[in-house]
């Protein structure tokens, strides 16, 4: 079994219409690979999509926010320099 993710990395042809287009990513910490890659990781180190911003809901995009329903601020991605919104606060 292959998760989305994971096809839509293999498989260049999934990936051909959204070619030179802008996409986001809405992902949450579970939101990983078969071989455990976050998604918003594996999507930024492909060639050939524009990744302009990410999403992510309660306890953040990579599950480092608080749980005790305190808003979270949007912020930049301090490794792939996207904003990352939050859909929490």
Known sequence: MLFGIDRLLEDRALRKPLAGRRVALLAHP???TRDLVHSLDALAALGDLELVAAFGPQ???RGDK???M???PDFTDPVHHIPV???YG
Request: aromatic content about 6%; proline content about 0%.
């Open 30 to 32: 579970a939101s990983v």
């Open 59 to 61: 306890h953040g995009l």
């Open 66 to 68: 608080q749980d005790n």
């Open 70 to 72: 305190i808003e979270s």
């Open 85 to 87: 919104f939050s859909l």
